[in-house]
């Protein structure tokens, strides 16, 4: 389907090359849609499967008080469950920043279950229905909350490898993540789906409309519910009267009233690639050239970070949209296939390894 895979030569990345290679969703005719990436995406951010998934939730307290939620997927059947069992993937699903959980996340939680992953999707601080019971929420690059998610997850299935698939700009989150924790993330594999790579780039050269509103207005909304104990904190009209993602940002992170600081002090601390030269887990980046989101790959793909790091994969399709990538038949995402294919390869290649070198596999 002229994809390219840019990586850095390594036995991993020769590897990958014939395992999807011989994926039967990149022989090309997947998109639907080639030429109107914006209503892919306008798509995908409206209109939620049918039937909706049954989730089972837990609230994770973190040390300061703090709740974060954690939706373990258990089907659109009713199955009871929850998210128990032993040795397969436990695969973590984070939301675009926004903390939207769109048709698309659902959907890829879905196609994890049929394939025998354990899907449970990471909802931040205030995000999607989890109580808010601090002032604080989650920045853009913060990983501290996902860190806590992640060893809780460790810590309920250790026998299980773990993964972590992020869709848009929650990718920032998942990059800012694995370069902080590095050779300790506990993660054993990672995917991005259309990721934002440059935050404060793509806060500043502004976003399609059709995109940009639907996530401005689902984040007021939840912030409207804490609309007094937030006082404290922001401007809650300035907040609440945001006519961009970037003022909504800025206001809620930068222009507190306790400790206000910089946007360039700001994005010093939550740029997602701040530290990627130590991530030591295999990342693979599934990318759209004509992505109207994150924009030209010119510009917002970092093209020198593939060719000189082991760790990081570029899939770049010539078409797909943002978190599209569809294909024939309804439901049908060609990038979930790719992204959990890439899994059950990165699975076979670490197997093999132990295999060759005579390593124990890890209690």
Known sequence: GRCRLLCKPSALAQHLVRSLGRSAVLRGGH????????LQMLRQLLKLPEPEPAVARELLQLPDTGLVALDWLVGPWGAAGDGGGGPSPVLL???????????GLLQLGLRALEWGFIPVIFNRRGHNGCPLTTRRLQPFGDPGDLQE???YLRCRHPAAPLLAISEGSGSGLLLAYLGESGSSSHLAAAACISPIFRGRDWFEAGMPRLYEWPLLLHLKRGLSRYAGSLAEAVDVDRLLGSRSLRELEETLFCRTKSCPTSWEAYWERNEPLRDADEVAVPVLCLCSADDPVRGPPARSLPLELFRSSPYFFLLLTPRGGHCGFPRRGPGRCWGHEVVLEYFRAMAEFLRAEERRKGLPRPR
């Open 31 to 38: 998109w639907l849609w080639p030429r109107w990436p914006r």
């Open 93 to 103: 699903l984070i939301p675009n920043a926004a903390g939207k959980v769109t048709r």
């Open 149 to 151: 998610a992640v060893t």
